[in-house]
C-alpha cells in the first residue's frame, strides 16, 4: 500500500481522509488530485504526479503528443486472452470560483469541505469531473500492487487532457497500438444507478458587433456600476433544462427593462466563465441623466426578475424560500466615454434576443440547446464580443443551427465564426460489455441500470474516432451542480460506484 502519510501533503487532507469510507485508496488518491493544480491547458503537475504514481504502482506508463498519459499493466499469466479494458477519464477540471473567493488555480490547492454526505469546496469548483475517474483506476491499481486482486486481463488507464475545453486529448489521442483496449470504460458520468451509452455532439461560435461612442458632451451623467451575482450556474448541457438564469442574459433584460422609461449610455459589459458553464455573475458599467430615478426603476426589474425565477434561484432560510441572486449598485467616478445612444439600444438587443436554454426535445429527452457563455465590451473597445456552446444529439440539426446563429449576427451586420471547438456525439451500440455491465450493476446496487444517452460532451465519440472498433460504455457516481461553485460529490455513492466498476472487472475478464 501506498502511504497516504507520503502522497499527501496537507495535514488538513490526511484529517478529511480519516473522516472519510472505505474505500480509503479511493479518497486517498483524491484528496493527491485537490492538492495537484489541474486546470485546463496548464497539466504539467498532475501529469507528472500520474508519471510518478505509475512507476510506483508498477504500470508501464506514456504521454503521448497530445499530452495524454496512458497506463498500462500486463495481464497476470493465463489471462492474456481475456478482454482488454481501458479506464478512462480526464485530467483537467473547470475551475470556476465565487469573485469573493481569491485563488490561484495555477498554484493554489482545492479546499475541500465535508458536510454529512456531500463533499465540495469552498467557493470553487470541486474537480469531482473527474478527479473520480483517476482515483478509482489508480485505487484499482492498487489492489492490483497490493496482491488483493490475483487474476485480470490487460488493463490500461487513459487519463486524457483539456476535455473541459477543446478535447484535443481525446480528439488528437495516439492511434494504435498506444492502445491496445476492446473495452473504454468512461468514468464521467455523473449518475448513479445509471450507465450512459451516448452522447450529445457539440460546437463553439464567436461573435462579434461593431459599435460607437457617444462621441458627445457627458459632464451631466452619472456613471454606475452593475453587479449581478450569486446564481446557481452550473453544466450547460446536463443541467440547461433547469431553467436556471443566465447572469449574460438576466443583467441585459433588467437593462432593457429600465430602458424604456430612464435613457442610459452603456460604457461596458462583462459576464460568464468558461464555455460549458452557465453564467453565474454579470457586470454593466452605464452613464446615465437620471440617477434616482435609475436606480429606482432598476430596483423594480431585479425584483421581477426574482420572480421569475424564485422556483429555480432559491435557498431555504427559516422554512422560507430566498433568493440566491445579489444586485449591486455601485455609482463611480469614470472618464471611459459611453456608447452612443443607437450602439446601447443595438447592445441591448442583441443580447436580448440571443436564444438560451433548450431548443428542440425529443419526447422528455433535451435534443438541442444553447448557452450564451460569455459577453464583452469592454470600456476601450467598441466591439461586442460574444461566445455561445451549442450542443445536439443531431448533427443534421448542429449544421442547421450554425446558419441560424449566421442569420443572427447578419441581421445585426456582425460576423459569426464557423463551428470552433467541434465535437461529434456518441452513438449507442448493443455489445457484449454492456450486458456484462448491466449484470455486475444487478448484483452490486440490487435493480437494473438506467440505460441512457446524456445531453453532455463526453469523450467517447471522439476515441471511437480513433479507435473505431472500442467498445465505449460510461458510468460514474452522483455529482451534482458540476461546473459550478456548488459542485458536490455525494460520499456514499463512491463505494457503490467502486464496487460497480470492481464487480464488472472481475466479471469481463473471466470471460
Known sequence: MLKAEILLKR??????????PEPKNFWKYFLVLTETPRPSHDLDLVRNVLLGLAEKLECQADVDEAGNVRYRKKATPGMENAPKVVLQGHMDMVTTANSDKNIDFHKDPIDVIIDGDKMSADRTTLGADNGVAISAALAY?????????????????????????????????????????????????????AICVGCAGGSENDFEFELEKSNGNNENLTNFKISLTGLTGGHSGIEIHCGRGNANKLIIKMLNFVYSEVPFYVVSVKGGDAPNVIPREAYAEVAVENADLFKEKLAEA????????????????????????NLDIEQIDSDDEPLSKESTEKLLNIINIFYQGVITKNQDMIKTSTNLSNILVDSVSSTLKLHSFTRSSSQLELD????????????????????????????????????????????????EAKIYSVHAGLECGLIQGVYPEMTCLSIGPTIEGAHSHQET??????????????????????K
Open 302 to 325: 431585479f425584483d421581477k426578475i426574482k420572480q421569475l425565477y424564485e422556483h429555480v434561484e432559491y435557498k431555504i432560510e427559516d422554512n422560507k424560500k430566498v433568493s440566491l441572486m
Open 11 to 20: 495535514s488538513v487532507s490526511l484529517d478529511l481522509l480519516k473522516q472519510l
Open 489 to 510: 460529490l455525494f460520499i456514499s455513492s463512491v463505494p457503490r460506484f467502486y464496487n460497480f466498476l470492481r464487480t464488472f472487472l472481475t466479471k469481463i475478464y473471466s
Open 141 to 193: 491499481l492498487e489492489e492490483i500492487y497490493d496482491g488483493k486482486i490475483k487474476e485480470h486481463g490487460l488493463i490500461e488507464c487513459l487519463f486524457t487532457a483539456d476535455e473541459e475545453t477543446t478535447m484535443a486529448g481525446a480528439e488528437f489521442l495516439a492511434p494504435y497500438p498506444y492502445l491496445e483496449g476492446d473495452i473504454l470504460l468512461n468514468l464521467d458520468s455523473e449518475e448513479e444507478y
Open 400 to 447: 442547421f443551427y450554425q446558419k441560424e446563429l449566421e442569420c443572427f449576427a447578419k441581421s445585426f451586420n456582425g460576423t459569426c465564426s464557423p463551428p470552433l471547438c467541434a465535437f461529434p456525439g456518441w452513438d449507442f451500440k448493443e455489445s457484449e460489455a454492456l450486458e456484462i455491465l448491466k449484470e455486475a450493476h444487478l448484483e452490486v446496487m440490487n435493480r
